[in-house]
Every structure is written in C-alpha cells, then in structure tokens.
C-alpha cells in the first residue's frame, strides 16, 4: 500500500503537470500511479493541500496549487516518471550564488539533501517551492556549481545548456 505522503506528491506532480477541471478527472490521474482513493479522501487531500479552482487561459476553471501564480505545465510526461527524476530543472550563476531551479515542490527536499552533505565551498542554501539560493564560499562558474550538484545528485543533467554563467 502507498503512503499518503507519496500520494500528496502525487497530486502535486499531477496538478502541476496537466490541467485538471474535475476530482474525477484527478482520480483517474491517480489510478494510473496506483493510487485508489474515493472522493472523500481526494476532498480531504486536496483540502490538506490548499488546493484551488482558478480560471486558466481559456476561461476553464482547474486545480492550482498555492502560490502558483500562472500554472507552470511542465510537461505531459508520466507523474511516476517525474518523481523518479531528480527534480532538478536548471542553474543560473552570479558570483558567489547559485540559483537552481526545480520542478514544483522539490526545492525544499534538495536543498535539505545539499545542507546535509555540506559540500565543500557550499555556504548554506534557502529553498522556496521550485527555487533554490545557494550560496558559495567563492565565485563559481556554472560548470563548477554543477560539478558540486553532481556530488549530491549523481547524473544531475541542466536542461539549460548555456554553460558559463558567473565567470
């Protein structure tokens, strides 16, 4: 059986990838990442979550996640799939910080996960829901911030190729 801590991820991943409009449309989501809920639990979930109906581009109201203020679809790539990535998304540099995008809700987890293994040159980071500031002892380029990334997530990849930020 799956935790409900796996399915309030699930959720988040589900409403932030797509756009929902109906519980029964989430539920079937839901289904697809083996999770069986009924409509009361679903209630309560998304209650616990503070999730909201707002009006997207087209006038079709649709679940929203707290403090998104336009609704980031990232991809209509699987939610399993998704929350077996690392959740890394991209790095911009400027001097001595790094600022390191993920997907929604990762942010505070990895920088948790970078705090904990305190690699070298890393000052402290500060997470919000999908970004990170971290701060370095020195000016980095953005190939040295990814190598460090590298030693707290192996096989990390930046979706953002332009390499040498923060020289």
Known sequence: ???KA???????M??????IRLQEELMQELQKEGFYVTQATLSRDLKQLKVAKAANLEGNYVYVLPNDVMYRRQTHQRVSDMLN?????SVDVAANIAVIHTRP???SGMAYDIDNKKPE???GTIAGDDTIMMVTSRRLTKNQVMEILETVFPNI????????YGQ
Request: proline share 0%; charged share 25%.
């Open 121 to 123: 040159g890393v000052l």
């Open 6 to 12: 796996d399915r309030l991820g699930t959720i988040k």
């Open 157 to 164: 990849q930046d979706n953002n190729n332009d390499n040498e």
């Open 105 to 107: 809700g990762y942010a």
């Open 1 to 3: 059986m799956k935790k």
């Open 85 to 89: 990535a690392s959740g890394f998304i």
């Open 14 to 19: 589900i409403i932030s990838s797509q756009e």
